[in-house]
């Protein structure tokens, strides 16, 4: 079975780009979550998607980030226009829908990641 | 709001030798654990979980962590570290749907 795929795998691009990630998750997987590591920081929350509906986007940090999941299959992230401090890796999750007492938190399957480098 | 901290940036073992990495987390409820790891060209690979029960949890590849609610710590251990365990560890907290993550610590085996 294939995991989540992500692509492109790194891109480097000047401030002011834009950028279009895409991550494929696991078939049949109705979660799917975006993460973003900075440098050296934390792995940080970006939003969560219930098939094609955000379920949360607490953690996109501006206006600049749009995603998108078409048809609750594959998911994109873009960035537009591209900042520096937009550099990081960003990371892609998916995971089944659950029920009952695990309060929908259970394993979450990650991919390799996204490097954005912005110069 | 949750947080998870990892003291430790960067511990280096040699081969054979037994491993901690700590984690320490703030939760206002029943806290669900995790410890991933991302070895080199990697995705994350979940390691262990804990959702309840018995607060010592064994995990895949030889590792344990133990659940320590008064000092709300999930630190993961193993008995003797291999070359193939040089990766980075990342303990999470999960809640809501989503999991908060520390910063991590990577880990460098010699032999």
């Known amino acids: 079975e294939a995991g989540v795929t992500q692509f492109p795998s790194h891109s480097v691009i000047e401030k002011g780009q834009t950028v279009t990630l895409r991550c494929d998750p696991i078939?049949?997987?109705?979660?799917l979550y975006w993460y973003r590591r900075v440098m050296g920081k934390e792995i940080k929350f970006l939003l969560h998607?219930?098939?094609?509906?955000?379920?949360?986007e607490s953690g996109m940090p501006n206006n600049r980030f749009l995603a998108e999941r078409t048809g609750g299959t594959y998911s994109t992230l873009k960035v537009q226009p591209a900042e520096l401090e937009d550099s990081g890796v960003y990371f892609c999750?998916?995971?089944?829908?659950?029920?009952?007492?695990?309060?929908?938190?259970?394993?979450?399957?990650f991919g390799e990641g996204s490097r954005l480098t912005v110069l | 709001a949750q947080s998870v901290t990892q003291p430790d940036i960067h511990i280096t073992v040699s081969e054979g030798a037994s491993l901690e990495l700590r984690c320490n987390y703030s939760y206002g409820a029943t806290p669900y654990l995790f410890w991933y790891v991302q070895s080199p060209g990697q995705g994350l690979q979940l390691l262990l979980k804990?959702?309840?029960?018995?607060?010592l949890v064994q995990g895949i590849k030889g590792f344990e962590a133990e659940f320590k609610r008064s000092q709300s710590s999930f630190n993961l251990r193993k008995p003797s570290v291999h070359w193939s365990d040089a990766a980075e560890y990342f303990c999470?907290?999960?809640?809501?749907?989503?999991?908060?993550f520390g910063t991590g610590t990577r880990l460098t085996i010699i032999p």
């Open positions: 078939s049949g997987h109705d979660n």
């Open positions: 998607f219930v098939k094609e509906s955000k379920q949360d």
């Open positions: 999750a998916s995971s089944p829908l659950t029920s009952g007492s695990f309060r929908g938190v259970g394993e979450l399957f």
């Open positions: 804990y959702f309840s029960g018995d607060t």
């Open positions: 999470a907290v999960g809640g809501n749907e989503k999991l908060t």
